[in-house]
């Protein structure tokens, strides 16, 4: 298959998990890395989508406070997590500058841009199920660099 994530065998992963999903090297020699940054089990459970929502615009965001090198962070369809396009980023930076990052969403007090204004779909965020969704993520990060367990 063309799509890297559907070559993944979505039956042995253990979420959560960090892992690397896609590299291309740029015609300037610059090279993008694409994390998957996998909040639930797949097929078993998913995220409900006012957490979705918040957690992108909150990780959107902060992490941009913390790094240039963020392309874009983006929901996946099945709600089971994110993907994190960087320029770059290799593995041992790219999992502390995400722990740093879902810290500062553990400190948020409101979700940016959640209005009519900057937003499709406004009405649609809780800063309160993003922040528990992140804090169960964070809760397990000794398990982040671990796809398929032995």
């Not at 979505?10 to 993008?32: C, I, M, N, Q, S």
């Not at 998957?36 to 957690?55: G, K, T, W, Y």
């Not at 841009?113 to 499709?120: F, I, M, S, T, W």
């Amino acid at each position: 298959m063309n799509v890297e994530s559907f070559n993944l065998d979505h039956t042995a992963v253990l979420a959560p998990f960090v892992r690397v999903a896609d590299r291309k090297r740029l015609p300037g020699g610059d090279e993008l890395v694409k994390y998957d940054v996998r909040f639930c089990q797949p097929n078993r459970a998913h995220l409900e989508m006012e957490a979705v929502h918040s957690i992108e615009h909150l990780t959107a965001e902060l992490m941009r406070n913390h790094t240039d090198r963020l392309i874009d962070f983006s929901p996946m369809g099945c709600q089971t997590g994110f993907y994190a396009l960087t320029l770059g980023l290799e593995p041992a930076e790219f999992l502390p500058l995400l722990e740093t990052t879902f810290r500062d969403v553990l400190e948020a007090t409101e979700v940016p841009a959640a209005n009519e204004v900057q937003c499709g779909w406004g009405a649609n965020h809780s800063l309160v199920a993003a922040q528990a969704a992140v804090r169960a993520f964070l809760a397990d990060r000794d398990q982040w660099e671990t796809v398929v367990p032995d």
